[in-house]
């Protein structure tokens, strides 16, 4: 699943689960999928959510309140930088 806000000039981007393009991100997911991710290129870690610049991951349901505080705090920055 895909969440993304397209914020006029700045794209973000939050995979619930993994998708196909982790090369050269640092991200989390279910720990099953840690071998599939670090052979696609990607930096794993074993954390509730990690944000790598505006991607923002998360490793299993359990785990949505922390995602959504991540985006809402992206949110938050790209909003003051838009109105500076």
Known sequence: ??????NYRELFAAPVFRQGWPKGHTV????????V????????EDESV???VRLVTSSKPDDLPDFCRAMLKL??????RQAA
């Open 1 to 6: 699943m895909w969440i993304g806000l397209d």
């Open 28 to 35: 989390t997911s279910w720990p099953s999928l840690q071998t």
């Open 37 to 44: 991710l670090r052979n696609a290129g990607a930096r794993w």
């Open 50 to 52: 990690v944000v790598d």
């Open 75 to 80: 949110f938050g920055q790209a909003a003051k």
